[in-house]
């Protein structure tokens, strides 16, 4: 269990410091440009670690279900092989899970301003750019849903 919380704590760390460069450019800099290869960075390093937090709360969730239910089967189920064999999985799943989303986004032309009017460059924001400029969203949508179901 404090394996997971430490792991959980590292993920927490990498998706604040995702979001805190950009709040500290646009509070002391009034810097609100942002580029568009910068956005997408942005949006694949969120989704990354908010993938990475789910897993590690459901290796969590079989953590203390093993320790409830079978308490003397406890150290031969959750081993120190099981916990590593899990964060890679999840780093793996994350990592090529996510690829699609940013490079979707880059395939279409942007003629609008490329400035943001909050912290967080989001799918949002990338969706509205994308509309303002008359880009088709039919293939990303039904890939979003597709996304959606698959992760449920």
Partial sequence: MYLFLGILSVVD????TTITPKNLAIFWFDAKVISLPECF?????????????SGIFLCMVFDRYVAICHP????????????????????????????????????????SRNEIEHCL??????????????????????????????VI
Avoid at 41 to 53: D, R, T, W
Avoid at 138 to 146: D, I, L, R, V
């Fill in 41 to 53: 960075a942005q949006i694949y390093a969120i989704h990354f670690f908010v993938g990475m937090e």
């Fill in 72 to 111: 003397l089967r406890y150290p031969s189920v959750v081993t120190s092989s099981l916990i590593l064999k899990a964060n890679l999985f999840m780093v793996l799943r994350n990592g090529l899970f996510v690829i699609p989303v940013p490079v979707l986004a880059a395939q279409h032309d942007y003629c």
């Fill in 13 to 16: 760390v990498g998706l604040a």
């Fill in 121 to 150: 460059c989001s799918n949002l924001g990338v969706t509205a750019w994308l509309v303002m400029t008359g880009g088709q969203t039919a293939f990303a949508s039904w890939f979003w849903h597709g996304l959606e179901w698959g």
